[in-house]
Each structure stands twice: as structure tokens, then as C-alpha cells.
């Protein structure tokens, strides 16, 4: 059984419209957010094995926030540009090479692609995708090449709005 964690980076700025994108830091909400999201992730014990990120760094800054309330090391982060190339097929490409012995993967990219894929992956179980969400499926192979054909089951669904008392 393979679980795949997709994680949508937390709320970024937009202070600076002269910033490339890809440059966009975390905003103090997205900080806050990405901190209790992995809160939440450590103590219902779920550990990676391998944590991709795209390379803009809003969702690398989200990947390190978890990384080290999960106690994995930011050094280990892997920074994939497929994840950041907002095109779904890539990525589910990329999902089929990675590492057989990897048994839990966290990938940290952007929307609407992580929508589309969390989505496909759970045949349109998922409403949306807001800032620093999190998309749990657990996929019936032994091999990540065989995720495509392979029966997968939504095992979580978690985003900040759900845990934020008073916002509406």
C-alpha cells in the first residue's frame, strides 16, 4: 500500500507585484496555517519517507514548515520542477518514477493542477482545494508505476479553514 499526501503551499504574499511568482514568500497567515496544518499531520503519525516540493518558493517554505514539525530533515526536501510546471499529466509521470521503497510521499505544489489530481485520484471527492490543504490517498500497489491502474481510497482531507475559529 502506497499513500500520497498532495499539499497545496500555504497562503502566499502579494505585497510585491515586481516579484517573479516563482520568488512569492508565505504571508504571516500562510506561516501560521502551514504550522498547525503539520501539527496535524505529526499527531495523527503520519512520517514520509520522501517530501517533493515544487521549486517556488511559497511551496518549499510550506515543505520546510512540515518538514520539521515531522521531524525529516529540509536538507532531504527533493525540489522537482515537474511540480511547479502546473500540468497534470507531468506530474502523475513523475508519481509513477519515484522510488519503489518509498511507502508514504508528500508532494508540495500549486493549484488548480494538485485540484485536478486530487480529483482524478479520488474520482471527484474534493470540492476544492484552498491554501496549505491537504489531499490523503492511500493506493492499492506495491510499485508507484502502478498507481495509474490501481484502486485508491481518500484517506484525508484536511485544510486550515476547517480549524480557524471564526473565519469565515
Known amino acids: 500500500m502506497k499513500k500520497l ?9 502579494h505585497d510585491d507585484l515586481k516579484m517573479k511568482d516563482i520568488d ?7 506561516l501560521s496555517d502551514a504550522a498547525m496544518m503539520a501539527k496535524i499531520i505529526h499527531q495523527i503519525e503520519i512520517k514520509p519517507d520522501l517530501i517533493f516540493s515544487s521549486p517556488a518558493l511559497r511551496a518549499l517554505e510550506t515543505a520546510k514548515i512540515f518538514s520539521k514539525a515531522l ?10 520542477p515537474v511540480l511547479y510546471s502546473f ?4 506530474i502523475l509521470s513523475f508519481i509513477a518514477e519515484i ?6 510521499v508528500f508532494l508540495f505544489s500549486h493549484n488548480p493542477t494538485f485540484h485536478e489530481l486530487a480529483n482524478h ?7 476544492s482545494m484552498p491554501t496549505c490543504c491537504i489531499v490523503g490517498i492511500n493506493i492499492d500497489c506495491n510499485n508507484w508505476s502502478e498507481v495509474e491502474q490501481s484502486d485508491k481510497q481518500l484517506s484525508l ?3 486550515p479553514k476547517k480549524y480557524r475559529a471564526g473565519d469565515d
Request: without cysteine; negative net charge.
Open 157 to 159: 482531507y484536511e485544510f
Open 71 to 80: 521531524n525529516y530533515s529540509a536538507d532531504a526536501i527533493l525540489i522537482d
Open 24 to 30: 512569492r514568500p508565505l504571508n504571516n497567515r500562510g
Open 121 to 127: 485520484f479520488t474520482r471527484n471527492k474534493i470540492p
Open 5 to 13: 499526501f498532495l499539499i497545496r503551499h500555504a497562503k502566499s504574499s
Open 99 to 104: 522510488d519503489t521503497d518509498a511507502e508514504t
Open 87 to 90: 500540468n497534470a499529466e507531468l
